[in-house]
């Protein structure tokens, strides 16, 4: 059926390093992406998003990628610290679907010291 | 900076009963969402709410499920006879607008059922 997944449920880092959490989707008709960060106990929260006519978007310490061909999406995360420890959610809209975000699982992060 | 507020932030109910959760949107937005996550898993999503009316909803969002907005600030999801199965967290989205935008979540209400 139709899914937006990740490849990874866990990812444990340095801090200091980069980080890269994937997430695979399946409907091509889906034409915004979001990826959401959640820590424990909170809502998600907004951290970058990307138009499907775009492949590359970049924030501050934070790009998003998405390869159509292959239906892939990522988030890469530049000289990651220790608040950037979470789960980290995709997330997209789907065309002519009204504003509803359709989640994936999930990938957590872990940022050591 | 504006943000969606949800109240309480636990609830805990028994089995049959009837809860209300409330939630506050950012307050120039016209797009109300309710989605749902059980402890572990993803974000699901419940219902759309446009227009004093129901724009979408999921399979979830069976007729044990209704929302409201009673009055210009907030916007409230009952669940009518609650099952051990509605356990999770419940939160309250708001937009300006569909299309290419960020929706802004609310830290969310956790409800468990005895």
């Known amino acids: 059926g139709e899914s937006v997944g990740l490849h990874l449920p866990t990812l444990s880092v340095q801090e200091g390093d980069n980080s890269i959490i994937n997430c695979a989707y399946s409907?091509?008709?889906?034409?915004?992406f979001i990826w959401y960060k959640q820590e424990s106990g909170k809502g998600p929260q907004f951290i970058i998003d990307?138009?499907?006519?775009?492949d590359k978007r970049q924030g501050q310490r934070v790009t998003v990628l998405l390869n159509k061909t292959v239906k892939h999406l990522s988030l890469q995360i530049a000289a990651t610290q220790p608040g950037d420890s979470a789960v980290y959610f995709c997330?997209?809209?789907?065309?002519?679907?009204?504003?509803?975000?359709?989640f994936g699982q999930g990938t957590e992060l872990s940022v050591k010291p | 900076e504006p943000e969606v507020t949800q109240t309480p932030s636990h609830q805990v109910t028994q089995m049959g009963q009837e809860v209300i959760l409330r939630c506050v949107p950012i307050?120039?937005?016209?797009?109300f969402y309710w989605y749902r996550q059980i402890l572990g898993q993803k974000v699901e999503f419940l219902v759309s709410?446009?227009?004093?009316?129901?724009?979408?909803k999921s399979e979830i969002f069976d007729d044990q499920f209704s929302v409201e907005r009673p009055d210009g600030s907030n916007f409230t999801l009952k669940i009518r006879s609650t099952k051990l199965e509605d356990s999770a967290m419940y939160f309250c989205a708001s937009d300006r607008e569909e299309g290419y935008n960020e929706q802004f979540f609310g830290p969310g209400t956790r409800l468990t059922v005895l």
């Open positions: 997330a997209e809209r789907r065309n002519n679907q009204g504003g509803k975000l359709i």
């Open positions: 709410f446009y227009n004093n009316e129901i724009s979408e």
């Open positions: 307050s120039n937005h016209l797009y």
């Open positions: 990307i138009r499907s006519n775009m």
């Open positions: 409907n091509s008709a889906s034409d915004y």
